[in-house]
Structure formats: structure tokens, C-alpha cells
């Protein structure tokens, strides 16, 4: 193979459709096993399961995976900040029939303190991209070797192929368990990452929008109750006193962590992980695309990871530009 995506969420399904979907796409369809280490899933989302084998030796730092067809992007809440995306880009979506919704109680059962936020819908329901994207290589890859003239990919039932490209799309969790199985992340060696602080709160009766928090995504009740068992569609009229906010703030968490022994170990006071849009992951103190590069110019990261998110709320926009970049 020349090229090849490996994922199959939201920034594969981005680079797809930036590429008119000309790029053959390694991913697997269902989860083939599993731990519980960094599950998450909803009441009526499809099953999946962790499948990283290294521990964070850290109770206050919590990082998730699904290692399933579509990935966090099947549980999601699909919110993007379109200030600083191209009409053009947005035109192609659209052009696949995804289209960028702007929030009102009526049409997605939410609103924003921004006029920016949209949601990205798909047939009427928040963008699943398991709806979109068709595996070519029904298969888990575990690991990469970097060969003068082409890459080595490994996949879970001990088969492999070759490919001389790889955009790597795989989240977060993945993402470091495939660096550790290709001998790219060494014992001793620091990783980071980074979050806007976020909270949830509960209001009786439509409040002023917390005036510390750059970005606020209001929900109604019953919305807000339908996205956390999974409901990916709005479908009942809410009640109209009752709502919740997911406010992010300016502030942002850091986390650093050590490789010792199959585990990440590290100190933090403060929980990590809850605006679920962590990124900017950091190997040795370089950014993971610049730390890849010296290892081969031919494995380019995608998705978080690659970013650092430049305002607080979604993390899609940025997901979305760095592709486009
Ligand atoms: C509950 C929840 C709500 C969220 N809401 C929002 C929101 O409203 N707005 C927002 O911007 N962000 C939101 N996020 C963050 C959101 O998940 C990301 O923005 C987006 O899904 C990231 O896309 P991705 O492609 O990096 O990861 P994912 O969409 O998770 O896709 C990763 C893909 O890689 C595949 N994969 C993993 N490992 C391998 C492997 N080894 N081999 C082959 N394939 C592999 C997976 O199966 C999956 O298909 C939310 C996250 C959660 C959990």
C-alpha cells in the first residue's frame, strides 16, 4: 500500500473526507478483546472495551478509549466551534451529508454563551462516523516498524502489512499503547498532556451563563440526561426550568508521567482527564509529531494528540483545522 489510515472516529473520518475518501482505512470493526483499564461506554451505545495493556498508576487521572468502529465519536456530543473554520471546508462535509447545525433548544436541545457552537449532525442525529466509514482492513494494528523504504504494520492476529504512509487517527489511549509496542516510548521516558478545566453544574431556571467561563453548553434536562445513556438524537420536548451546563474555563490541567515498568507514574492533586478533550501529548517534552518526525517522516498523527486546543469548549474545530492545516 502507498497510504493508509489508521482509525476509524472523528479525525479519520475528517482526513477521509479531505482525501474524497482515496486513502484505504485499517481499523476494526468490533473490539476483539479487552480490558476494563479506560473503558467508556453509554447504556445504549454499542459495546467496546479498553484493549491498552499499560497501567496509570493514578486514580486522579482518567483517560478513555473504544476501541470499536467509530470510537468516542458513537457517544459524543458532536459540538464544534466554527469561528475559525473555512465555509470551504464545511462545504465538504456537507457535501457527505454532514452538516454543521447551530444550537437552539428546539433543533438539538442545547445552547451556548457562543454563537459559534454548532453540533455535527448526520441523518438527522449527532455524526457517528461508524455510519460513514467502511474498514478496508477489518484489523487491530499493535505495532509499527520503521524500515528504510516503507512501515511494518502489525496487527493483533500476527499478520502484518506494508504500507509507505501512515496517518495515525487512533485517539489518545491507543496512540501511546502503539508507541509503547513499537519501542518508540522507552522506559524512563516522560509523556504530558494537557486539558481546559471544565465542570458540570445544575440549574434550576435559565441563569446568566457563568461569566468565568469562556465557553458554556447549555443543555435541557432531559437532553442532558439523553446524552449520558447514549440517546444520540434529540426526540422530546424538555422541560423548560431545569438545565445543565458543561462550563470550560480559561485555566488549563497538566499532566506529567513517567514509563516505569508497564505503567505511567506520576503525581497530580487535582483530577485529570474529565473535559475528555485532553491532548497536546508530549513525549521527552516534544510535541508527538515533532518527536515522530525524527523517528520517520512517513507516520503523521492526527486527532488529539496533535493538538493543543487554542480556546476552551470542543476540541473538534481543532481536530478538523489541523488536517486541513
Ligand atoms: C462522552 C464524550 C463526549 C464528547 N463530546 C465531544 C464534543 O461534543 N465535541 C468535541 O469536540 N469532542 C468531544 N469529545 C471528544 C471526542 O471524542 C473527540 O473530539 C473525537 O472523537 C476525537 O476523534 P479521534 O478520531 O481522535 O478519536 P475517536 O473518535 O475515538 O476514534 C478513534 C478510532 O481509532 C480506532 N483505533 C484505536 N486504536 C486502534 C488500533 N490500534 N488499530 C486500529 N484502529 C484503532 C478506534 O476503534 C476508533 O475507531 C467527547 C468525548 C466523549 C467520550
Known amino acids: 500500500m502507498d497510504r493508509v489510515i489508521i482509525g476509524g472516529g472523528f479525525s479519520a473520518l475528517s482526513l477521509l473526507i479531505k482525501e474524497r475518501f482515496a486513502v484505504k482505512v485499517i ?14 461506554n453509554k447504556f445504549l451505545s454499542s459495546n467496546s472495551s479498553s484493549l491498552a ?30 469561528s475559525d473554520i473555512n465555509p470551504n471546508i464545511i462545504n465538504k462535509f456537507h457535501n457527505y451529508g454532514i452538516d454543521f447545525i447551530p444550537l437552539s433548544f428546539k433543533k438539538t436541545g442545547s445552547v451556548s454563551n457562543l454563537q ?3 453540533q455535527i449532525q448526520f441523518n438527522d442525529e449527532i455524526l457517528n462516523s461508524s455510519k460513514i466509514i467502511k474498514p478496508d482492513i477489518d484489523k487491530l494494528v499493535t505495532r509499527i516498524e520503521i524500515k528504510k523504504d516503507f512501515l511494518k504494520i502489525y496487527y493483533a492476529d500476527n499478520t502484518f502489512d506494508t504500507s509507505k504512509k501512515i496517518h495515525l487517527c487512533v485517539g489518545v489511549v491507543q496512540l ?3 508507541f509503547i509496542n513499537s519501542g518508540w516510548i522507552k522506559e524512563g521516558d516522560s509523556i504530558s498532556m494537557e486539558e481546559y478545566k471544565s465542570k458540570f453544574t445544575f440549574n434550576m431556571f435559565e441563569t446568566e451563563f457563568d461569566p468565568n467561563a469562556p ?17 444520540q438524537r434529540k426526540t422530546m420536548r424538555d422541560v423548560p426550568f431545569m438545565f445543565v451546563n458543561q462550563n470550560f474555563y480559561a485555566q488549563k490541567n497538566k499532566v506529567v508521567l513517567r514509563f516505569n515498568q508497564g505503567s505511567f507514574i506520576g503525581a497530580i492533586g487535582n483530577s485529570f482527564g474529565k473535559s475528555i478533550h485532553y491532548c497536546n501529548l508530549q513525549i521527552n517534552d516534544k510535541k508527538v509529531n ?8 512517513n507516520v503523521k498523527i492526527h486527532g488529539a494528540a496533535s493538538i493543543s486546543q487554542s480556546f476552551p469548549g470542543p476540541i473538534s474545530n481543532d481536530i478538523v483545522n489541523n488536517i486541513w492545516q
Open 27 to 40: 481499523t476494526p470493526r468490533l473490539p476483539a478483546y479487552s480490558s476494563n483499564q479506560f473503558k467508556i
Open 53 to 82: 495493556k499499560y497501567l496509570i498508576n493514578n486514580k486522579n487521572i482518567m483517560l478513555h478509549e473504544r476501541t470499536i468502529l467509530g470510537g468516542h465519536s458513537a457517544i459524543w456530543g458532536g459540538f464544534i466551534n466554527i
Open 116 to 118: 459559534e457552537i454548532a
Open 176 to 178: 501511546i499503547e502503539i
Open 215 to 231: 465557553c458554556v453548553i447549555r443543555y435541557g434536562f432531559f437532553r442532558a440526561i439523553n446524552h449520558a445513556i447514549g440517546l
Open 290 to 297: 515533532e518527536f515522530m518526525s525524527e523517528l520517520s517522516k
